[in-house]
């Protein structure tokens, strides 16, 4: 199965969007997993003052996280997926959380830009899923004021071949068959897929370093999903000091 991009991506998850919440219900440890990777990024004073950016909402499930974490954050939640967004913004927020729809290569015509100043952007599922990671972290490195923080959840296997064995029966067993909650099973081909393709964790640690962000960490999540589901927290570098000041 060729790898799904972009707008084809997209509208794979519009068609998914209906049994979305279903599924990640069923997947042991998908919010628990997420809460983690926001508690990371420690984020102060319950988020007073602050300006969060929550790349890739999906649904909205990160968004409550950070919602959670920082109720009192100024929260923007992009998504790609129009079918997505919508499921996400039909639920209750308060009004200092807005939902917008954009590719986040093109967050900039969607009015998401540097100007905005904000403190931390989380991505959840993210980076697996785009044409350009680099690109993509040059964008979010924007984006963050100086020494904002970045927190990055992904599937990443730890390269070991144990760890790849486990996804691919994970994989097999589990998240293939569950298609059929969504009615999409093409679709959980294509994570399968795109797992085994996305870097390893120590080549995407790697990467988010040559963008231009500095202490850079890779965390693992507890239990079956160590070796599997990664945080990569780190923070953007000053002024003048990305990759294209080298």
């Known amino acids: 199965m060729t790898l799904l991009r972009d707008q084809d991506l997209a509208d794979a998850f ?29 984020l102060p004073g319950s988020g007073a003052g602050l300006r969060l950016l929550d790349l890739g909402c999906g649904t909205g499930a990160s968004t409550r996280e950070l919602l959670r974490a920082a109720p009192y954050a100024d929260i923007t939640a992009v998504d790609a997926s129009a079918g997505m967004l919508e499921r996400a913004a039909a639920k209750p927020w308060p009004p200092w959380v807005r939902f917008v729809h954009s590719p ?31 690109a993509v972290l040059g964008t979010v490195r924007g984006l963050l004021v100086p020494g904002g923080r970045l927190a990055v959840h992904e599937y990443s296997l730890g390269g070991s071949a144990p760890a790849r064995a486990l996804w691919d029966a994970v994989c097999r067993g589990v998240i293939i068959p569950a298609g059929t909650v969504t009615g999409d099973r093409d679709l959980h081909r294509y994570l399968w897929r795109s797992v085994r393709s996305f870097d390893t964790a120590p080549e995407f640690a790697a990467r988010i370093g040559r963008a231009g962000f500095r202490d850079v960490r890779t965390l693992p999540m507890p239990g079956w999903r160590t070796g599997i589901v990664q945080t990569f927290l780190a923070l953007r570098g000053p002024a003048g000091d990305g990759p294209e000041a080298r």
Do not use: C, I, Q
């Open 14 to 42: 519009d068609r998914a969007a209906r049994g979305y919440d279903r599924l990640t219900a069923l997947h042991p440890g998908y919010r628990a997993d997420l809460r983690r990777s926001v508690r990371r990024l420690r």
């Open 104 to 134: 986040v290569e093109k967050l900039a015509d969607a009015g998401v830009t540097g100007e905005d100043g904000y403190d931390a952007v989380l991505a959840a599922y993210l980076f697996r899923n785009v044409t350009d990671p680099d």
